[in-house]
């Protein structure tokens, strides 16, 4: 069955940097978009990037574009995202999710847990 | 940017009744509109894809419907499983935008 699991997220100051990453199984990643998604304590979701099946293409949400670098490595499944100059609006749970069809522009029919992501001095 | 615009933000209602949810695009987007439900301390779930598709395991109480700018969510018969948040999201243009959300509750 498909498989996403987030990790990396912790507890870091204003400023700093973070790596993300989400590991994919069951099913045929190279084959999928994949996106991430956060969501601030008590608040709403927020669509934060997306990047194509091969890696040539990204987007990103005006709010993290030249701060987030959304990247994945084929041979091992896994998805990532860096994060630098990070602010206390960055707090939030990362979600990675998977796009429902070959196109970026497919909804999201899987969903890691979640990692969360605070920043905080 | 596209604006998705969620009503009403809250209901109460009890099992058995039918709810309806509605999501206003800021500018047309045809079909391309999705519905999940998100639970607490839960990732959240795809249960309608293209304005009115059942996802896969959804069960058919759930149904969408709408284009253009205005879409529905609709329940059928609440169940108690059912008592969560349910957002829109429109797929039509990046950047992907979701609207602000319907949290459904017991009365």
């Known amino acids: 069955q498909v498989q996403l699991m987030e990790s990396g997220g912790g507890v870091v100051q204003p400023g700093r940097s973070l790596r993300l990453s989400c590991a994919a199984s069951g099913f045929t990643f190279t084959n999928f978009p994949m996106h991430w998604v956060r969501q601030a304590p008590g608040k709403g979701l927020e669509w934060v990037a997306v990047i194509s099946f091969d890696g040539t293409n990204k987007y990103y949400a005006d709010s993290v574009k030249g701060r987030f670098t959304v990247s994945r490595d084929n041979s091992k499944t896994t998805l990532f995202l860096q994060m630098n100059s990070l602010k206390i609006e960055d707090t939030a749970v990362y979600y990675c999710?998977?796009?429902?069809?070959?196109?970026?522009?497919?909804?999201?029919?899987?969903w890691g847990r979640g990692t969360l992501v605070t920043v905080s001095s | 940017d596209i604006q998705m615009t969620q009503s009403p933000s809250s209901l109460s209602a009890s099992v058995g009744d039918r709810v309806t949810i509605t999501c206003r695009a800021s500018q047309s987007i045809t079909s391309y509109l999705n519905w999940y439900q998100q639970k607490p301390g839960k990732a959240p779930k795809l249960l309608i894809y293209v304005a009115s598709s059942l996802q896969s395991a959804v069960p058919s109480r759930f149904s969408g419907s709408g284009s253009g700018t205005d879409f529905t969510l609709t329940i059928s018969s609440l169940q108690p499983e059912d008592f969560a948040t349910y957002y829109c999201?429109?797929?039509?243009?990046?950047?992907?935008?979701f609207g602000g959300g319907t949290k459904v509750e017991i009365q």
């Open positions: 999201q429109q797929s039509y243009r990046i950047p992907l935008t």
């Open positions: 999710a998977r796009a429902a069809d070959y196109d970026i522009l497919a909804g999201f029919d899987y």
